[in-house]
């Protein structure tokens, strides 16, 4: 079974910096794109960033300049800085994957459990 396990949210004031991580474990042959969403109080659960397995990546507007998203394929490994946060980036993070379980077959989406960043003014 492949679990996401989210870690390093937490209470932060706007701008300080904050990092999460999301390690992936289990049995499986590759991760492919990771990524990481928000969702607010309220609202839909909206994309904040995501890379290849390349290394290519993208931004929601919102977050450019200000957040970093990078991996580790080795730790099987993603993570977000969070540097000059804002109050409106209160939320509940959730970790994204896309992971073939075998070579011969289709990618499958994964969803880590959350971690909860707010940040104060």
């Known amino acids: 079974q492949v679990q996401l396990v989210e870690s390093g949210g937490g209470l932060v004031q706007a701008g300080g910096s904050l990092r999460l991580s999301c390690a992936a474990s289990?049995?499986?042959?590759?991760?492919?794109?990771l990524g990481w969403y928000r969702q607010a109080p309220g609202k839909q659960r909206e994309l904040v960033a995501k890379?290849?397995?390349?290394?290519?990546?993208n931004y929601a507007d919102s977050a450019k300049g200000r957040f970093t998203i990078s991996r580790d394929n080795a730790k099987n490994t993603v993570y977000l800085q969070m540097n000059s946060p804002k109050p409106e980036d209160t939320g509940v993070y959730y970790c994204?994957?896309?992971?073939?379980?075998?070579?011969?077959?289709?990618?499958?989406?994964?969803w880590g459990q959350g971690t909860q960043v707010t940040v104060s003014s």
């Open positions: 994204n994957a896309w992971i073939s379980l075998h070579p011969l077959r289709p990618l499958e989406e994964y």
């Open positions: 289990g049995r499986f042959f590759r991760l492919n794109d």
């Open positions: 890379i290849t397995r390349e290394g290519s990546t």
